[in-house]
């Protein structure tokens, strides 16, 4: 049987969901087909309520989203496979991320909650469906986030330079990939992504992000509206740590605002996004020789724009350059995790999570 996964990917930008066919027989393995399925805005609206502002009526929510997304993922790997022209019985699993509702990785009683059925995604497709990968590793004292660095490690680990992968979501995160193989690899989220950028002009102007940063280039850096941001105390919590809208969210900036421009508050906010991502960046204990940026916010030039130049003369490059498209890395860290569960694998790296010890993530729900 072919060694071919399916993996799917929404994230905390919960625009869509983002599907990767990948040939893990090839070394390194080989993107075979991608697409990329639209969530409707009146679910993507659901999501975020139940996310921040939850209704007397959320679990009845909660459950007819997750069964609402559950079809969707589905569609989303059937549309993969006809587009590759490759039958359901050709692949071994398909590895679902879900879309998370909330991350609470602190506190007493830490979680942390994903829904799209996989129930319903396994037989919808008639295909192995494995999903729910943070809880365990959480389980195991990890914070469940990020998951996707051992995946960096596989694609893009270098014994010639030491490599940081910048993957901006809505949600940004770092991975640190020493040259020597004998360090251990380490990451973190730095921070919001394009989360605060697309939720600013969703409010201001009803566009669901900023295309190419175009808004935010035409605006002016309020530096201390800037310097209010980063005084917040995640920035200089120490890793391991993880985020997500819940915390990085409209509540949370207009407690900073002061009848600001709108759009020179996207501009700082363009601007918080880079400072951020750089300051992790020059905080790391081994210094990177290159960057390597994948995400959607690889496709903001504005930001890639500001990230070069705040972090030169470090060369910033995107991952397709590397051999895999910025847009699909997530999507296919899915389907290596799917199959690191279906071999018995652990998939969390205990040096990036917090874990105590290397976990076999995520349930399966055979076909």
């Known amino acids: 049987m072919p060694n071919l996964y399916i993996g799917l990917m929404s994230g905390t930008s919960i ?5 990767a066919l990948v040939d893990f027989d090839a070394q390194p393995p080989q993107l075979l087909a991608t697409s990329s399925t639209s969530i409707p805005t009146g679910i993507q609206a659901t999501i975020r309520r139940l996310g921040r502002n939850p209704s007397d009526n959320a679990i009845q929510l909660l459950g007819e989203v997750d069964q609402q997304l559950g079809h ?6 059937a549309r993969l496979l006809a587009s590759a022209n490759i039958d359901k019985s050709e692949i071994r699993a398909i590895g679902s991320h ?14 942390t909650l994903q829904v799209a059925d996989p129930n319903r995604i396994s037989q919808l497709t008639g295909i192995t469906t494995v999903a729910d990968f943070r809880r365990r590793d959480m389980a195991a004292g990890g914070q469940g986030a990020p998951l996707v660095p051992p995946f960096h490690s596989v694609m893009f680990r270098s014994g010639d330079e030491n490599r940081v992968v910048v993957n901006i979501g809505g949600i940004a995160n770092i991975t640190l990939l020493p040259a020597d193989d004998s360090l251990p690899v380490t990451g973190f989220d730095t921070g919001p992504g394009n989360t605060l950028m697309d939720a600013w002009i969703r409010d201001q102007q009803g566009e669901a992000f900023d ?3 175009a808004w935010a280039s035409q605006g002016v850096v309020d530096e201390v509206l800037l310097q209010n ?6 920035f200089s919590h120490p890793a391991p740590k993880s985020t997500g809208p819940e915390y990085f969210n409209l509540d949370w900036l207009s407690d900073a605002l002061n009848g600001q421009n709108p759009v020179d508050v996207q501009a700082t906010l363009c601007a918080l996004t880079q400072v951020s991502i750089g300051n992790a960046i020059s905080q790391l204990e081994s210094a990177p020789q290159k960057i390597l940026v994948c995400g959607g916010g690889a496709n903001n030039t504005h930001l890639m724009a500001s990230l070069t130049a705040a972090l030169s003369p470090l060369p910033v ?5 590397a051999g895999v498209p910025a847009d699909s890395v997530e999507a296919m860290a899915f389907a290596w995790l799917a199959k690191q569960t279906i071999e018995s694998l652990p998939g969390n790296l205990p040096s990036v999570t917090g874990a105590d010890h290397p976990v076999i993530l995520g349930g399966i ?3």
């Open 15 to 19: 625009d869509s969901i983002d599907a």
């Open 72 to 77: 969707l993922f589905a569609s989303a790997a």
């Open 98 to 111: 879900g879309q998370t509702i909330l991350h609470r990785p602190s506190g007493d009683h830490p979680f």
């Open 211 to 213: 295309a190419d940063g």
């Open 229 to 234: 941001l980063l005084d917040d105390p995640y």
């Open 317 to 321: 490059e995107d991952t397709g350059q």
């Open 365 to 367: 729900y055979p076909a």
